[in-house]
């Protein structure tokens, strides 16, 4: 299969799009980011990784850092995690807070903001949110094998000044008790793993964990691995969860920054960049390009 051949098709129909959705602008400095941008890269275990367009340039992960901390809140807490989250797709915006009251301060799943919020709460477990964050970036770091992932300050910054919403779903939890740390101190931290700057290269090898592929980095045990792809195949896009399962058939997690990783089990680790999001705040054509490839591949898992 010729990889490289199909991510250049990818990128001159991408190049080609006449409408490339619209850039988040509920964070500032999400807001500067040319919409003209796109990047794609697929990480293969043997260490090979195809790129396309501006797969080297880092940008604001988002979103995706929900599966991260994911990881390291099951680490923390095993299966009784789920205590505190739910793992149902939601069917509901990713900042929604209609379920919370519904479901007495119980998020859906650890991927829609709630939930996200809660799981780092979680994975803080009593920490500084530095000691959190620190721990948080040395797991990006083996994944994707790269030493110079860092947080963007002033991103972390923009969301800390713009959060009222997240504040709000937080502060709902706390009332229902589902908030162990000083709220303001989990949210500290949940803005800056937001704040989390990769580029598709990166966040391809990053992906690569979740394989399951013979030499990929074995930061989870195969379990867990199985249960993280099944809540990003379901809840990884929020209310547009299904519509990207339908399309693409592969796990995937977007962030408003215009990324979506995604994992093909057994395969290979894939990114793609398009800061232009739709209407539920997904990439628009980081969601065309990878239906493109899985189609081109015969790689999604109903394939
Ligand atoms: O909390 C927020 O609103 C952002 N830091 C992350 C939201 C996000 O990436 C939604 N994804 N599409």
Redesign the pocket.
């Known amino acids: 299969m010729d990889i490289a051949a199909i991510l250049d098709d990818i990128s001159a129909a991408m190049a080609r799009a006449p409408d490339r959705g619209r850039v988040?602008s509920?964070?500032p400095e999400l807001a500067r980011v040319d919409p003209g941008r796109f990047g794609m890269a697929v990480a293969l275990p043997d260490g090979q990784v195809f790129s396309t367009g501006d797969a080297a340039l880092p940008f604001s992960i988002?979103?995706?850092s929900k599966v991260f901390t994911l990881a390291l809140a099951l680490g923390r807490m095993g299966d009784q995690f789920w205590s505190r989250v739910g793992r149902e797709p939601s069917g509901q915006a990713?900042?929604s807070i209609l379920q919370l009251e519904h479901e007495g301060g119980i998020p859906r799943n650890p991927f829609i903001?709630a939930g996200?919020i809660a799981t780092t709460d979680a994975a803080l477990a009593g920490h500084a949110p530095r000691e959190f964050l620190g721990e948080l970036l040395r797991f990006i770091r083996t994944a994707a094998g790269d030493e110079s992932i860092h947080i963007n300050e002033k991103v972390a910054a923009s969301?800390q000044a713009t959060?009222d919403?997240?504040r709000s779903l937080a502060y709902f939890m706390a009332a229902h008790g589902n908030m162990v740390n000083p709220v303001e101190q989990t949210l500290g931290a949940?803005?800056h793993q937001?704040?989390v700057e990769m580029s598709c290269n990166q966040l391809a090898k990053a992906a690569l964990f979740l394989s399951g592929t013979e030499g990929a980095p074995r930061l989870v045990s195969p379990a867990r691995r199985r249960r993280i792809n099944a809540m990003m195949m379901l809840c990884g896009?929020?209310d547009a969860s299904g519509d990207f399962a339908y399309r693409v058939g592969l796990p995937g997690k977007?962030?408003?920054?215009g990324g979506i990783m995604v994992v093909a089990p057994a395969k290979a680790g894939i990114a793609v960049w398009s800061p232009g999001?739709n209407a539920?705040?997904?990439s628009k054509l980081g969601t065309d390009a990878v239906e493109m490839f899985a189609r081109a591949t015969g790689w999604s898992v109903f394939d």
Do not use: D, M, R, T
């Open positions: 988040a509920y964070i988002q979103s995706i990713f900042n903001n996200a969301e959060g919403l997240n949940y803005f937001c704040a896009h929020y977007s962030g408003v920054g999001l539920q705040g997904n």
